[in-house]
């Protein structure tokens, strides 16, 4: 591995209808603009069902919900670590932004 590799990005991800500044790794830059784009898709999905019957805060947990879910379907078929430890770092990581 070079020295630049595993360097820091500074970027800006938009999250269903907020902006948010991330610190990443280069190579995983990808995977957090995937990652923000599929909860945006996916709350975006849950908006369109329950918009005015459900609050953002709701519409964000159903959406992280979905996620969850698929995530654990797969984490099932495939049974893999690595993917788990990932989530809980991406998980953490919301939940942080998320509180403040």
């Known amino acids: 591995m070079t020295e630049g590799s595993s360097s820091k990005l500074h970027i800006r991800l938009h999250v269903y209808d907020t902006e948010i500044s991330v610190n990443v790794v280069r190579e995983d830059e990808k995977f957090y603009r ?14 369109q069902f329950f918009k005015g019957k459900k ?39 919301i939940e942080d932004i998320l509180r403040e």
């Open 34 to 47: 995937d990652a923000a784009k599929l909860i945006t898709d996916t709350v975006n999905t849950y908006a």
């Open 55 to 93: 609050s953002d805060k709701e519409l964000l947990y159903m959406a992280l919900i979905d996620i969850a879910l698929r995530y654990e379907k797969e984490l099932e078929r495939n049974d893999t670590v690595p993917y788990s430890n990932t989530l809980e770092k991406l998980t953490s990581e």
